[in-house]
């Protein structure tokens, strides 16, 4: 290889002195201004990768605190960078000196100074107090007496006028926002809460697409049947039913791109919210307070999100409802976060939002010139899960860069240019990297883009400069391609095994285990289709195999989806394993989604029976030292497979180990059955039947 590099060097060594370029400097100045702009394309590109990358994390403090290094490192090579919202609104930017309290606004400053509410006509001015959950998340300091402040302009002849459908608006969009920061533990008490400090707020509830309520209160107790709300649901639209105990509106929650990562089964309906409304006051007035107590209280919770810009979008949804005419947020200082009166972008940031293509400018010129680059932040597939399908833009990224260096250069190199043995060392240098990349960077790069691809997860890469008896390079693209065949070989030997077994073989736990096993404490779950064998008789064998992986696998993506493993398929039977903390309530919430699963997509009467049992086993690798199984056994497998055989289609037993230790559940009760006696046990087992509450 070295000799290869030395002929190379020498070949043009030899025609770069022989190669003489004169006044070539007129080519040089619109080379170095296209490098600039190249420099600016690509540094808003990087940006806006860094940027997506984070978005992705659902964390918004983290994309500020990239942004903000972003900023650092390029501050010194005379680069400035901007992010803009879709509405051409910079974020992200660097915080304003917080105001004097003299400068602002006389009822804001009152509330900052005092935290006591002010009212001005239709003008509502508040106070944001201090919460601990502000201060555990790491938001605010818990010294801080509060957050910020709320300024409210309400419109009273719409509040007035269209007074349910204002506060049915505000309620859902609190819903989606906490559903797309992915707080659904929160609602729950988000419910609550609201009906606590909004007393014409009766009840809310989230009911799922089967019309069994899933968050919040259950609406019978507002004369409300699950029937009326199927019924809503089938129709796609909204409706306000009357009933005796007064006003509830149903809400129809279509299924949208940002709806997908927890909704992947079913219609296009993911079920409905529900709000039971009391009667106004005075049917020719606008309650603001009412108003002013929900936005309160929904903007609290949705705080907890960590993603300042939904906190933006659900101020921005509250004054769509024509219920609200302004909102104006400020922060602690007095500073303002978030005004809902948008001000016009700049000219360049409209046409950008307009054309939504990477817009480039020149600015200035000579030493005082700048590169301007414009591009788009689509909202592709994965954004769409957080900001919603709406929009084709979800904002923009600026970035300028000062050519003054590029100038300097400019003049250096015209008169280098001139000397001819430089023209001539620069043909040679150009030339040597031409070969040199034919001869070894490229093969190189290939090796490289190689490795990435198997870092990534792609095992279809294949390196084509690659012999066994070539050169340096030639050989090691054999053996990157052989570890490619030998991972591949792995990845799809790992499919046939439990993760368990699959970790073992990777750790060296098969060498520890295979002698007694380890003793632990875990939940075994069984589960059999019943009537397959008679299925298995009545239709050929391709479909049976085709409806066999169609229901284990239903069955198999719920174990994962509770934290469990598979242990092994046999038949049609499936054997699960459970460990670690609420094992027995994950193994039992586990069962009843199998069963929902199997409905979902089964094509026949088919049905399974499923048994649960816990306590002490022995996992270990059983077998001979050429052909080893990573499993568990003892007696608590056993019970579970024999619960398994005596459970009916579409029923779940488990022990009473199990009972005891799954407690008392919001989503399931147990119901005592008559003992099982089982093989090699002197008493019956004390066994119970699982189903979900109010099934």
């Not at 003049?411 to 034919?438: C, D, E, Y």
């Amino acid at each position: 290889m070295v000799s290869k590099i030395f002929l190379c060097a020498t070949l043009v060594s030899s025609i770069g002195f022989l190669a003489i370029s004169i006044r070539v400097g007129n080519q040089v100045e619109g080379a170095l201004q296209s490098f600039g702009e190249t420099s600016a394309v690509q540094m808003s590109s990087m940006v806006r990768s860094s940027i997506e990358q984070a978005m992705l994390s659902g964390n918004g403090i983290k994309v500020k605190n990239l942004v903000e290094d972003l900023k650092k490192s390029v501050a010194t090579s005379e680069t400035e960078i901007h992010i803009y919202d879709p509405q051409g609104i910079e974020v992200f930017a660097p915080k304003e000196a917080a105001p004097d309290l003299a400068s602002l606004e006389p009822h804001v400053a009152s509330v900052l100074a005092t935290q006591e509410r002010q009212v001005m006509g239709d003008r509502v001015v508040r106070s944001i107090p201090m919460e601990k959950r502000c201060a555990r998340d790491g938001c605010h300091a818990s010294s801080d007496r509060q957050r910020g402040v709320l300024s409210m302009q309400v419109s009273p002849e719409t509040c007035r006028d269209d007074r349910n459908d204002v506060l049915r608006e505000i309620v859902t969009s609190g819903f989606i926002h906490l559903m797309t920061a992915r707080r659904s533990e929160h609602l729950d008490q988000f419910f609550e809460d609201i009906r606590e400090s909004t007393p014409s707020i009766r009840g809310i509830a989230v009911y799922d697409a089967e019309g069994d309520p899933s968050f919040g209160l259950d609406m019978e107790e507002f004369g409300v049947k699950s029937d009326q709300v199927l019924a809503v649901m089938a129709s796609g639209n909204s409706q306000r039913l009357d009933t005796e105990s007064g006003t509830v509106e149903v809400v129809t929650l279509k299924k949208q791109a940002r709806c997908v990562e927890c909704h992947k089964y079913g219609s296009d309906i993911r079920g409905a919210l529900l709000v039971a409304l009391a009667e106004p006051k005075a049917e020719k007035a606008c309650d603001a307070r009412e108003l002013e107590t929900l936005i309160d209280t929904s903007l609290r919770h949705i705080m907890t999100s960590e993603l300042g810009r939904i906190i933006a979008q659900f101020l921005d949804s509250i004054v769509a409802t024509g219920g609200v005419e302004e909102l104006v947020l400020y922060d602690k200082e007095g500073r303002v976060y978030w005004n809902t009166t948008h001000t016009a972008p700049a000219a360049h940031i409209s046409n950008a939002l307009d054309e939504q293509q990477t817009i480039i400018d020149l600015l200035g010129e000579g030493e005082n010139q700048r590169v301007r680059v414009v591009a788009p932040l689509r909202n592709s597939a994965r954004c769409a899960q957080c900001h919603g399908d709406a929009m084709t833009l979800r904002g923009l990224v600026e970035v300028s860069t000062s050519t003054r260096t590029a100038a300097s250069n400019k003049r250096k190199a015209k008169n280098i240019i001139m000397v001819t043995t430089a023209a001539a060392a620069l043909s040679m240098l150009f030339a040597l990297i031409a070969i040199l990349h034919i001869v070894v960077v490229r093969p190189v790069r290939e090796i490289s883009e190689a490795a990435d691809a198997i870092g990534d997860g792609k095992l279809q890469v294949q390196v084509n400069h690659a012999d066994t008896k070539g050169d340096e390079i030639a050989r090691l693209g054999a053996r990157i391609n052989a570890m490619i065949q030998d991972l591949r070989t792995k990845f799809h030997l790992e499919k046939f095994v439990s993760k368990s077994t699959a970790q073992a073989a990777r750790t060296g736990g098969v060498e520890t285990t295979s002698d007694g096993g380890e003793r632990r404490e875990a939940t075994i779950l069984f589960s059999d289709i019943r009537g397959f064998t008679a299925y298995s008789e009545s239709v050929s064998a391709e479909e049976v195999v085709r409806m066999l992986n169609r229901l284990l696998k239903a069955q198999t993506d719920v174990v994962h989806e509770h934290g469990g493993d598979v242990d092994k398929f046999v038949g049609d039977e499936l054997m699960a394993i459970f460990e670690g903390p609420d094992a027995n309530v994950r193994a039992t919430s586990c069962a009843l989604g199998m069963l929902d699963a199997i409905h979902l997509v089964r094509e026949t009467d088919l049905q399974v029976g499923i048994g649960i049992a816990t306590g002490e086993v022995v996992i270990g690798a059983i077998g001979h030292e050429d052909r080893l199984d990573f499993t568990a056994i003892g007696d608590v497998v056993n019970w579970g497979a024999r619960l398994c055989s005596a459970a009916q289609g579409d029923e779940v037993i488990v022990t009473k180990a199990v009972r005891e230790a799954a407690g008392e559940s919001q989503d399931c009760e147990f119901a005592p059955m008559d003992p099982l006696a089982v093989k090699g046990k002197q008493e019956p087992l004390e066994v119970f039947a699982v189903r979900k509450k109010n099934a």
